[in-house]
């Protein structure tokens, strides 16, 4: 079946650091993939997506390339900032029939520390 | 434009009583996804619905849950006869149509079981 499986957390990084949060996912077909962002106490908001390889999504300094030889949909940052932490997840979707529901990593919990 | 609405944002019940989540999802959408996140969990996909049908339960556990999008009024997710290990944030998405790429999400309904 499908499935997303992404880096155990969680992160702590210093303010201004690179970030890289790891996903890789396991879909029968051709997925679209996601990442959302969860605030503490908040739901969960689309952060960026990508629907086809080689397709880059990108959103507030943040940027993922969907690399379909490496079924990898990895989630960067040059420079984090403090307002950065939250929970990020990696999601896919795929088509077809009455499907359409995402299916999530279990999160990776990211601490920025000025 | 109000985006996806659910109540209560926290809900307390004892073992044993009903819980009833409500979902209004944003205007123009008439496609519903429930999510259950357990602590230190991603996100489980439990129903998927349309107005009136019921469209993928595949992740509805087979008893004590029910899920509803009538005609009229909001989506809701009804847990009869609780117990603890109900306990858990129910997330409600929404989307126009099927082949919309990304959810909008609520803030969810935190649900404590005593």
């Known amino acids: 079946g499908n499935s997303v499986t992404q880096m155990e957390g969680p992160v702590t990084l210093s303010e201004e650091a690179f970030l890289t949060i790891n996903c890789t996912y396991t879909?029968?077909?051709?997925?679209?993939l996601f990442w959302y962002v969860q605030y503490p106490g908040e739901g969960l908001q689309l952060l960026l997506k990508a629907t086809k390889a080689d397709d880059k999504g990108s959103n507030k300094g943040f940027e993922a390339t969907y690399r379909k030889e490496t079924t990898s949909f990895h989630l960067e940052k040059g420079s984090v900032q403090v307002s950065d932490s939250a929970v990020y997840f990696c999601?896919?979707?795929?088509?077809?029939?009455?499907?359409?529901?995402?299916?999530f990593g279990k999160g990776t919990k990211l601490s920025v520390k000025p | 434009n109000a985006g996806v609405m659910q109540n209560p944002r926290h809900l307390v019940r004892r073992r044993g009583q009903e819980a009833r989540l409500r979902c209004s999802p944003m205007k123009g959408h008439s496609h519903v996804y429930w999510y259950r996140q357990l602590p230190e969990e991603g996100l489980k996909f439990m129903v998927y619905?349309?107005?009136?049908?019921?469209?993928?339960e595949s992740g509805m556990p087979k008893e004590r849950f029910s899920a509803e999008f009538p005609k009229e009024g909001p989506s809701i997710l009804r847990i009869q006869q609780v117990v603890r290990g109900d306990s858990a944030a129910y997330f409600c998405a929404s989307s126009p149509n099927l082949r919309y790429y990304g959810y909008t999400f609520g803030s969810g309904t935190r649900l404590t079981v005593v």
């Open positions: 999601a896919l979707r795929e088509y077809g029939g009455s499907q359409g529901n995402l299916i």
């Open positions: 879909a029968t077909g051709y997925p679209s």
């Open positions: 619905l349309q107005k009136e049908n019921i469209i993928d």
